[in-house]
Nanobody, 115 residues
Framework: QVQLVESGGGLVQAGGSLRLSCAAS????MGWFRQAPGKEREFVAQ????????NYADSVKGRFTISRDNAKNTVYLQINSLKPEDTAVYYC????????????WGQGTQVTVSS
């Protein structure tokens, strides 16, 4: 059974930084998504199984960095220069089968950015 546990969210001032972590029960291609109040969940970033390929939403390029530590089965999302519009619940997700969609999700971690 795939288990994903996010951590690292919190309340920060605009311009600050956070590092989110997602501990997985195995090694998978992983993604980060977020859902702001009243909005649909949106894609943020993804990283391949090996870590050699990453992809970002245009809205976060240059501020967010996704990375992974395969020895720990953990994926990170470094968020810099936080903006109030980054306020959302952040979810990590696993792509268990190559070429499939994201089939397993964590419980989410809240990020709140004050202006």
């Amino acid at each position: 059974q795939v288990q994903l546990v996010e951590s690292g969210g919190g309340l920060v001032q605009a311009g600050g930084s956070l590092r989110l972590s997602c501990a997985a029960s195995g090694r998978y291609a992983m993604g980060w998504f977020r859902q702001a109040p009243g909005k649909e969940r949106e894609f943020v970033a993804q990283i391949s199984w090996s870590g050699g390929s990453t992809n970002y939403a245009d809205s976060v390029k240059g501020r967010f960095t996704i990375s992974r530590d395969n020895a720990k089965n953990t994926v990170y999302l470094q968020i810099n220069s936080l903006k109030p519009e980054d306020t959302a619940v952040y979810y990590c997700a696993a792509r268990v089968l190559p070429g499939s969609g994201y089939t397993n999700w964590g419980q989410g971690t809240q990020v709140t950015v004050s202006s």
